[in-house]
């Protein structure tokens, strides 16, 4: 790999636009110390609540946390929650909302987990899953199409969470405008649309995505991992695929060149998985865009997601200490 201050060097400054499903994650803390006389349920003493991003926008922080300049663009809804997730964007310091388009009749996601001590007890979902409407794909179209001539992008992220903003149409207008321009497309993909992502340059399931995809069990070992994948791009006609495996790391496999391996994890003391998948797709968008061999790409992004799961709740990566454990690692 590059010297690191020429890989870091490398991502300041990428443009890397973010669309998808953006949500709120809220946190509701407190104290346990009976049971309700009413149901045998926990009574939770309410001692904070605190709200984040989340879904693409939690990736968006990862891309902004690492150096570049991300876009965010989703769909939300008319109401008071869309308010507060703009509200939020501006705290974080990300670009303007401009590409946050309000669809009247939906409502903006909002996930509240209600924790006690370090336990996580209850989450509770306020969603809308339907695809966003033909109006609203149509305007973002417009409007992403003029952003780029203006000002270029080096990498698309699509994050898909399966709320709606990524329907069929979405997904084939972006990777077309992407074509047309050259971008590379990255995809962190949900079940509904998982074959619809046709042309993307690098495809990033899970494990359980991958087999529920393929309609198959596939185990975390190197041959069934391979004829998977190998399968995927007959379908997809993609480049790269990176397969997530939970404790066992990451699965990489570059379709171009044939070949490709599992890089096991780093041992953590894993405390949350919430939000690793954000952080993996962040970094290894970033890291491709930047010219990183895959190989390297998928140690990297494996090291990140890592870290994150080393932090309670949906957060982004901490920049300096992955860029730390690169070099301590000597990747």
């Known amino acids: 790999m590059k010297q690191l201050d020429s890989w870091l060097t490398s991502l300041r400054g990428l443009r890397v636009l973010v669309l998808g499903d953006v949500m709120i994650d809220r946190y509701v803390r407190g104290h346990v110390q009976r049971i309700s006389p009413e149901a045998p349920v926990p009574v939770v003493e309410l001692r904070s609540s605190a709200s984040r991003l989340g879904g693409a926008a ?22 008071q929650e869309a308010a507060e997730l703009e509200r939020l964007v501006d705290e974080a310091g990300l670009s303007d909302h401009s590409f946050l388009i309000r669809e009247p009749g939906r409502k903006t996601t909002i996930k509240t987990r209600i924790i006690a ?14 695809p966003v409407s033909p109006e609203s794909v149509a305007s973002l179209m417009v409007r992403l199409e003029e952003e780029i001539r203006q000002t270029p992008v080096d990498v698309i992220i699509l994050q898909d969470y ?22 590379p497309v990255t995809v962190d993909p949900k079940f509904r649309h998982f074959l619809q992502y046709a042309g993307c340059t690098l495809f990033k399931p899970n494990l359980k995505e991958l087999s529920e995809g393929l309609a198959r069990v596939i185990h975390p070992v190197e041959e069934e991992l391979q004829q998977a994948v190998r399968e995927l791009h007959s379908l997809m006609a993609h480049q790269y695929t990176l397969v997530t495996l939970s404790e066992k790391g990451i699965y990489w ?29 962040a970094v290894a968008s970033m890291t491709l865009a930047g010219g990183m061999a895959l190989h390297d790409l998928a140690a990297v992004a494996n090291l990140a997601g890592g870290l994150v799961c080393e932090r309670v709740g949906v957060v982004p990566i901490d920049a300096t200490a992955l860029f730390h454990e690169v070099e301590r690692l000597s990747i």
Not at 120 to 126: A, F, G, K, T
Not at 169 to 183: D, E, W
Not at 253 to 281: F, K, L, N, S
């Open 58 to 79: 939690n990736v968006a922080l990862n891309v902004k946390e690492l150096g570049a300049d991300p876009v965010l663009v989703a769909v939300v809804g008319q109401d």
């Open 117 to 130: 001590g370090n336990q996580h007890l209850l989450r509770v979902d306020s969603e809308d899953t339907h």
């Open 162 to 183: 399966d709320k709606g903003v990524l329907s069929p149409a979405m997904i084939r207008s972006v990777i077309g405008l992407a074509g047309r321009y050259q971008i």
């Open 253 to 281: 496999y570059d379709h171009g060149r044939d070949q490709g391996g599992i890089i096991p994890p780093e041992a953590r003391d894993i405390i949350d998985v919430c939000g690793a998948g954000d952080t993996v797709i």
